[in-house]
């Protein structure tokens, strides 16, 4: 091959190149483009759950003759789960609201105490005693299946017979 006929292939040589690399970059641009759509959910960072009370309480005369004490055996069966996220350390409180307070004749006092703690009397002689601390310094996480312990008791001359339901509200606060 004589130098003009190599200087013709390299001259063609470096167009094909350069064709490549545009017909290259066009494929780039070209390139095939789908979307996914993902969704996230915040799972609740204050939540607060307690299974009703399932055995009750049956208040029988205690003691011998003249003794006027109605006692019953406590009901363990209601459960508490709680989880929260927050910085700052919780609490949760119980109470029998007044307007949830058993209509008939009756002096029950009905305490609660969960997992263990100190039991609160959250009702005395048929009066609501307000909110009362049940768990405190709850770091952030998860408390599940937490036993919750009702007892009661009442006297024979200021209860009559009958069924008394109580709807005790639990709170969680910042503990302060």
């Known amino acids: 091959m004589d130098c003009r006929s190599r200087h013709i292939e390299r001259f063609l040589q470096a167009c094909l190149v350069a064709a490549v690399a545009v017909v290259s970059c066009a494929w780039e641009a070209m390139a095939a483009q789908a979307d996914s759509r993902v969704r996230v959910s915040v799972a609740s960072i204050d939540d607060l759950r307690v299974s009703d009370a399932e055995q009750g309480i049956t208040l029988v005369l205690q003691g011998g003759p003249g003794s006027n004490d109605l006692l019953g055996d406590p009901d363990g069966s209601a459960r508490l789960d709680y989880v929260h996220n927050a910085q700052t350390p919780k609490k949760i409180t119980a109470q029998v609201d007044p307007e949830h307070i058993p209509a008939g004749r009756q002096d029950i006092t009905l305490r609660v105490m969960v997992a263990g703690g100190t039991e609160q009397t959250i009702v005395h002689a048929g009066s609501s005693q307000g909110p009362k601390d049940v768990l ?38 910042d503990d302060e």
């Open 136 to 173: 405190g310094n709850i770091g952030p996480g998860e408390l599940r299946n937490m036993q919750v312990m009702y007892s009661a008791s009442a006297t024979a001359d200021g209860t009559e017979q009958g069924d008394y339901g109580f709807m005790v509200t639990f709170t969680s606060l």
